[in-house]
C-alpha cells in the first residue's frame, strides 16, 4: 500500500493572548511592576523618573522620565517589538543618547519589562520625545489582548506624531476612536477581517459568561471585557493637568547648559488597579486600615533605595519618587509624598555604625577588607569564606561587600543612648541586606520578608553567637553583570534563578557572616568580652564624673 507523505514545516502562531501571559503573567506584584518601568528610565540615562497618581473618578497613574526617549520609528519598530535585539544584546545607547553621563550597564535584558504597566493598568498612553523629533504617542487598551479568539495580528496600536505637549488631550481623544476599531462595532460586510473580528469578540462574550454563570461569586453584575473597555472610553477623558509634573521633568534637561531641549518619556496609566487606587489622595480605604498600610510598606520597602544608598555616583545620579495628586476644579489642590530618592539610610550613616565589614569576596572565596567592630578598626583582614567541594575560582566571582549594625542593649553598645534610639528607628524603616547590580537594587532581597541569607533561622537558634539579625542590619552585596553573570534573575524578577551559582553565592555570604560575628561581634569572640569588659569601665566611669559635676 502507498502512504501518502504528510511532511511538512509549520511556524509558531502567535495568539493575543501572549502578550497577557508576558506581560501580567510574569510580574509578581505593582511594586516589582513599577521596578522593571523604572529600569527601563535608567537604561535610557534619564536623570529623573517618577510614579505620580492622580485623583479623579477614574484614577490614573503616570511613569514619567528625561530620559533619550524615541522617535517615532523607534516607538513602532522597538517599543512594539517583544524581545527587541538591543536590550540582548546589552549595548551602550549611542553617545547623543548618554548626555555626558558616565556609562549606564543595561539592566533590562529580555525586552518585555514594558509589558509591565498592563499589571498597573487596564489602559496605557505612551508618549514620548527624543532630541531633535516630534512628540509621539500610542494608545494601548491591554485587555484587547485577553480574547482567546484573537490572533497577535489581529490587534492594532493607534499611534501618532506630533508638535506641542499641549495637544496631548486631543491626541488621545482621536487614538481612542481608533483603538474601538479593533471591537469592529460595526463590521464592514465587505471585508472579512472584520466580521472574523466581531465573532471572535461575540464568541469571547459568549465564553466569559458562562464561566460567569458558572461561578460562585455572583456579587456584581456581569460586564464583558468588550463593554469595560467601551465603558472606559465613554466615561475618560485625558486631563491636561496630568502633563504638569511632566513639563517640569523635561523642563530640567532643556537648558542650553544641558542638554539644549525637552527629551523623555511618559507612560500614562489609566484606571488604576486596586493597589495603586488606593495610593491615591482619595482611594476607597481609610488610612489606618490593615490593608492600606500593608500595600504602603510593601510599595515603600520595594522601592526605597532604587539606587544603591552605600555607593552613590553624583556624576550620574539617578533620582526617583512616588507622589500623590489631588485636583479642585482641574487644579492641582493637595499632593503628598510616599517615596523619595533622599529617604535611605545612606554611606554617612552607614560609617557611623560601631560595627561594620568593608571589603570583597574575590573570586577564590576569601574576604579581605576592614572590619570595624565597637567603633575599633581592624585593617587587612583576610579569611576564607569557602565551603568544602567550591572550585578553586569561584562560579560566582568576586564581589563587594558593606555589612553593618550595632548593640540593642545600651550598655553593651559604644554608641551613646541617643544614638541607638535613633539606630533603633533607622532599622524599623532601613534595616536589611540588599543585593544591587551595577548599582540598582535586585528584588526582593533586603525586604524585611525575605531572609534569603537565613540570617534569622541561625540567630533563633542561639541569638549570641548569631549575632548579625536581618531588622538590624544595614548594608549591600555589590555585584557587577560582567563580573557575576552567573546570578540570573527570574523571569518574574522575584529573586536569582536557583542554581550552583547562586547556592555558592549564599554559602560565601553566610560563612562571611559566621566568621566575622565568631571573630569580632558574637558571643564566642575573645575580643567582644574585652571590648564590653572596657565599655562597662568606661560607662561607669563617664556615669561617677557627672554626677560630680551635677
Known sequence: ????????????????????????????????????????????????????????????????????????????????????????????????????????????????????????????????????????????????????????????????????????????????TEMLLNLALIPDKEKPEELIIRSAWENFTSDELEAFELSQNKKEAFISTEEKIKNLCK???????????????????????????????????????????????????????????????????????????????????????????????????????????????????????????????????????????????????AFPCRSLGMPLETLTGEFGVKLGTFELEKSKSSHTDTEVDFLTKQAEKHAGLMIFRDSLRVLPYGKADNDFFEIDDRRNKNAGRYHWATRRIFGHVSLHQNINKELKDKAGREGFIKNRVTREFKELMINLLLNSADKYFGSKSEDRQIMLYQLAKDKKKAKRCSTIHI
Open 235 to 381: 466615561e475618560f477623558k485625558f486631563n491636561d493637568r496630568y502633563l504638569d509634573t511632566w513639563k517640569e521633568l523635561l523642563s530640567k534637561v532643556e537648558g542650553k547648559d544641558i542638554d539644549g531641549e525637552k527629551h523623555g518619556t511618559a507612560l500614562f496609566l489609566i484606571d488604576l488597579n486596586r493597589d495603586l487606587e488606593l495610593m491615591t489622595n482619595r482611594g476607597s480605604l481609610d488610612r489606618n486600615a490593615p490593608e492600606y498600610i500593608a500595600i504602603e510598606k510593601d510599595l515603600v520597602d520595594t522601592l526605597r533605595a532604587f539606587v544603591d544608598p552605600f555607593d552613590r555616583n553624583e556624576k550620574n545620579d539617578f533620582h526617583y519618587e512616588i507622589k500623590s495628586f489631588s485636583f479642585k476644579e482641574e487644579i492641582i489642590n493637595e499632593s503628598k509624598d510616599i517615596l523619595k530618592y533622599i529617604d535611605v539610610f545612606n554611606s554617612t550613616d552607614f560609617s557611623n555604625l560601631e560595627h561594620r565589614v568593608e571589603g570583597i569576596i574575590d573570586n577564590k572565596g576569601w574576604f579581605r577588607g576592614e572590619i570595624i567592630a565597637f567603633g575599633k578598626s581592624y585593617e587587612n583582614v
Open 1 to 176: 500500500m502507498n502512504y501518502k507523505s504528510s511532511k511538512k514545516s509549520v511556524s509558531f502562531k502567535a495568539q493575543a493572548r501572549t502578550i497577557d501571559h508576558l506581560g501580567k503573567g510574569q510580574i509578581a506584584d505593582a511594586p516589582t511592576a513599577i521596578s522593571e518601568l523604572w529600569k527601563n528610565s535608567y537604561d535610557a540615562y534619564a536623570r529623573d523618573v517618577a510614579l505620580h497618581l492622580y485623583d479623579g473618578k477614574i484614577k490614573c497613574g503616570a511613569i514619567i522620565d528625561n530620559g533619550c526617549g524615541m522617535t517615532y520609528e523607534q516607538l513602532s519598530d522597538s517599543w512594539l517589538t517583544i524581545g527587541t535585539a538591543s536590550k540582548s544584546k546589552k549595548q551602550l545607547l549611542p553617545e547623543q543618547d548618554r548626555f555626558n553621563l558616565e556609562d549606564r550597564f543595561t539592566q533590562g535584558e529580555k525586552g518585555i519589562g514594558r509589558l509591565s504597566t498592563a499589571f498597573l493598568a487596564p489602559v496605557t498612553l505612551i508618549v514620548t520625545k527624543k532630541i531633535n523629533s516630534r512628540y509621539s504617542a500610542a494608545l494601548i487598551d491591554w485587555r484587547l489582548f485577553e480574547n482567546t479568539y484573537l490572533a497577535l495580528h489581529d490587534i492594532k496600536v493607534p499611534m501618532d506624531e506630533f508638535d506641542d505637549i499641549d495637544q496631548l488631550p486631543n491626541i488621545y481623544t482621536e487614538l481612542q
